[in-house]
C-alpha cells in the first residue's frame, strides 16, 4: 500500500473542517495511519516547503501556516496520492470541481484549505519531516477485503 502526507491547514482547522476532510477520506475507503494536531513550528515549515523559500509570496504563507493549529494526517492505500489529490482540486480553489476539498470549501489561493502530497516521492519526504516512524500505525481495516482486488 501506498502513503501521503495531508495536512489540514490553519483556515480549514478554524472553519470546522477537519472532521468533514477525515469522513470523505475514510469513506473513500483510505486509512488514517497517523495524526496529530499541532502549531507548526518554523523549522518545520521551512523543510516542509523548501522550494518555495526564495519566492516572493513565502513570507506570507509561511506567516499564515504558522498562525494557527494544523491538523497533520498520514493516509494508506492503493495510489492514495494521486487519488487524494483529485479528492482536493486543483490548488486554486477557483478552479477546482466542485466536490472536490477546495471546490467546495475554498475561495482563495492563499486560504485554500488543505494540503496533499502531489507524489510519492514528495509524500515519503513529508511524512519524514512531520513524523517520526514510530507515529505511523500498520493495522487491517476490516473493510480491506471488499475495498481491494488481491
Not at 485554500?112 to 493495522?139: L, M
Request: a neutral charge.
Amino acid at each position: 500500500m501506498d502513503r501521503t502526507f495531508v495536512m489540514v491547514k490553519p483556515d480549514g482547522v478554524q472553519r470546522g473542517l477537519v472532521g468533514e476532510i477525515v469522513t470523505r477520506l475514510e469513506a473513500k475507503g483510505f486509512k488514517l495511519v497517523a495524526a496529530r494536531f499541532e502549531k507548526l513550528p518554523e523549522t518545520r515549515v521551512n523543510e516542509h516547503y523548501k522550494e518555495h523559500l526564495s519566492k516572493p509570496f513565502f513570507p506570507a504563507m509561511k506567516s499564515y501556516i504558522m498562525g494557527g493549529p494544523c491538523f497533520l494526517m498520514v493516509w494508506e492505500g492503493k495510489n492514495v496520492v494521486s487519488i487524494v489529490r483529485k479528492m482536493i482540486g486543483a490548488t486554486n480553489p477557483q478552479e477546482a470541481a466542485p466536490g472536490t476539498v477546495r471546490g467546495d470549501f475554498g475561495i482563495d489561493i492563499g486560504r485554500n484549505v488543505i494540503h496533499a502530497s502531489d507524489s510519492p516521492e514528495s509524500a515519503a519526504r513529508e511524512i519524514g519531516i512531520h513524523f517520526k516512524s514510530e507515529e505511523v500505525f500498520t493495522y487491517t481495516r476490516i473493510d480491506e477485503s471488499v475495498l481491494y482486488e488481491y
